[in-house]
C-alpha cells in the first residue's frame, strides 16, 4: 500500500513539475516570438544593415530559429549577395523544411543567380530553381508568388532543363483560378502566349484582365503591342493604344512613345500613310533616339 501512494505521491509530483516547466519556458517562447517580430518590422522598413544586425544578434540566442535565418536570406537578396542568401536560405529549409516561402525565395535567389554564373554553373542553378519551386507549390497549392516564378521558369527554359508551354499554362490557369482578379498573371500569361504565337488566346486573356479591372492600361498597351506585331486585330489594337495614349497615368509615360509607334504600324497595315506618319512623328517626337521610329518614318516616304 505504502508502495502504491508512494507512486501516486511521485506521479503528481512530476506532474507538477512538468507543469511549473511549461509555465516557466512558455514566456520565453513568447518574448522570443515578439523579438523575431521587432526584427521583421526593421526590415519591413527597409533598414536592412539595422534588420541583418538585430537577425544576427537574434540567431546567437536562438540559433535553431529558422525564421530569423529565412529573413537574413531576404536581406542578402536585397544586397545582392545572392549565393549569401541561398546559404541562408537552406539553412531555414534544414530547420523547416515545410515551409514553402523558403523553398519560393530559394527557387528565386538560383533564377537571379542564372544570369551571373557561367554556362556550367547555370545548369546546376536551374535544376535548384526547378526544384525549390515545385516544392514551394506542392507544399502550398495556393502560393501564387511561387506558381507565377514556376511559370516563368516554364516558359523561359529549354524542354532539357524543363521548359514546358503546357506547364507554363497550367501555372497561370491555376493562378487565376485562385485569385481570378490577380491581374499581373493574366499580363504575363498573355505575353507568354504572344511569344508562343498563340494570339487569339492572348487576346482573350488580356480581354479578360480588363473585366476585372477596367483600367489596367499594361492590358491595353499589350492588346496594340500584340495588334502591331502580329497583323491581327487592328480595330481592337488602335482603340487600346488610342486609350492607353489618352488616358494612362503619368506611371505609363515613358511607354507613350512606343505606344505611337504600335499604332503607327497599326495604320500602315491599314494602308492609312497619313495617320502613320502622323503616329510616327509623335513616337519620335517623344523619343528621337530610337532608331525604329525613324526607319518606320523613312518607309513611308
Sequence with gaps: MNNQNDSIRNYKLDLIALIL????LTP???NAQDDLKKGIKIFEKKNYYGAKKY??????KNPEKAQAHYY??????EERELKQALVYFDKAIKIDNNNSEYFTWKGIANIELLSTVNFMEQGVYAMEALQALETAVHLDP???DARMWLAGYYSEAPD???????????QYE???????AFVPAYINYSNTLIKFEEFDLALEILERSLKYDPDNYSAYFYIGKMSAESGKYSSKGEEALKKFIESAPEEFQDSKDEAWWYLGRIYTQYGDS?????????AIALDPSKEDYQKSLKKLM
Design 274 to 282: 497619313e495617320n502613320a506618319r502622323k503616329a510616327y512623328e509623335k
Design 21 to 24: 516547466l511549461i509555465v516557466l
Design 72 to 77: 537574413l536570406g531576404r536581406i542578402a537578396m
Design 142 to 144: 495556393e502560393n501564387i
Design 28 to 30: 520565453s517562447i513568447v
Design 55 to 60: 537577425f544576427n544578434d537574434y540567431l546567437e
Design 174 to 180: 491555376a493562378i487565376i483560378k485562385i485569385n481570378p
Design 160 to 170: 532539357f532543363a524543363g521548359g514546358s508551354k503546357e506547364k507554363t499554362r497550367e
